[in-house]
């Protein structure tokens, strides 16, 4: 399994201001998710990073909001701009992997950014 | 697009047994995830199924049935810490594999 790190685990921002939430694996992977949870929602795709390519966003998610990095194969970094208070949730950074035969996703512990 | 289903809460008795289920609509199923989520903290990876029958692990059994869309979550012997969120997942390959996830069902597990 993968064991995955994000920092920070939270923070507090305020509006207008932008935020980098970096995600660390402990192997090589081909491909870093990147996952909103709003409060008391379930998780919603934002975009999926390769390595070496323009991250793919989902509907709803564009690059000037969310700008995502690769620079290699066990990191990446989601920024959130431009805050506003609609942007506080838990931001989860996912890979894909095997877990007793099956493939599954690990997911990072969260960062949870509260935007005032 | 896809479309899925799952309770929003359910509530059950510790020592009891719960039936959480999950209802999806997709046009290339390619696997049906279910994971655990405490409250504050990062989803667990449960059980994969993608073909039709019960997966059993320990206490915990998915079951999944193609053809009617739908999947069930079983929880034995219930205990207190097994109080949390389950979230249903599906992958569909007209998708690019993504996972996209139901709503989730927060149990809670009463003495």
């Known amino acids: 399994s993968a064991v995955i790190s994000q920092k920070p685990s939270r923070d507090i921002c305020q509006r207008g201001t932008s935020l980098t939430i970096q995600c660390q694996v402990d192997?090589?992977?081909?491909?870093m998710f990147w996952y909103r949870q709003q409060p008391g929602q379930s998780l919603t795709l934002i975009a999926t990073?390769?390595?070496?390519?323009?991250?793919?966003?989902e509907s709803g998610f564009v690059i000037d909001k969310f700008p995502i990095s690769r620079p290699n194969l066990t990191f990446s970094t989601l920024t959130v701009s431009n805050m506003s208070p609609e942007d506080s949730s838990i931001y989860l950074c996912?890979?894909?992997?095997?877990?007793?035969?099956?493939?599954?996703?690990?997911f990072g512990p969260g960062t949870r950014l509260t935007v005032l | 697009g896809q479309n899925i289903d799952q309770p929003t809460e359910m509530t059950a008795t510790e020592g009891a047994i719960v039936q959480i289920n999950c209802t999806y609509q997709?046009?290339?199923?390619?696997?049906l995830f279910w994971y655990q989520q405490h409250a504050g903290e990062a989803p667990t990876f449960l059980s994969y199924?993608?073909?039709?029958g019960l997966e059993e692990k320990g206490r915990f059994s998915s079951f999944l049935s193609r053809s009617k869309g739908y999947s069930y979550l079983l929880l034995k012997e219930l205990q207190m810490k097994d109080s949390a969120s389950y979230l249903c997942?599906?992958?569909?390959?007209?998708?690019?594999?993504?996972?996209?996830f139901g709503g989730g069902t927060r149990l809670m597990v009463k003495p």
């Open positions: 996912s890979v894909e992997g095997t877990s007793g035969g099956s493939d599954t996703q690990y």
């Open positions: 192997s090589q992977v081909t491909m």
């Open positions: 990073a390769n390595q070496g390519s323009e991250a793919t966003y």
């Open positions: 997709t046009s290339g199923f390619n696997g």
């Open positions: 199924n993608v073909l039709d």
């Open positions: 997942a599906v992958r569909d390959r007209n998708a690019g594999n993504m996972l996209t």
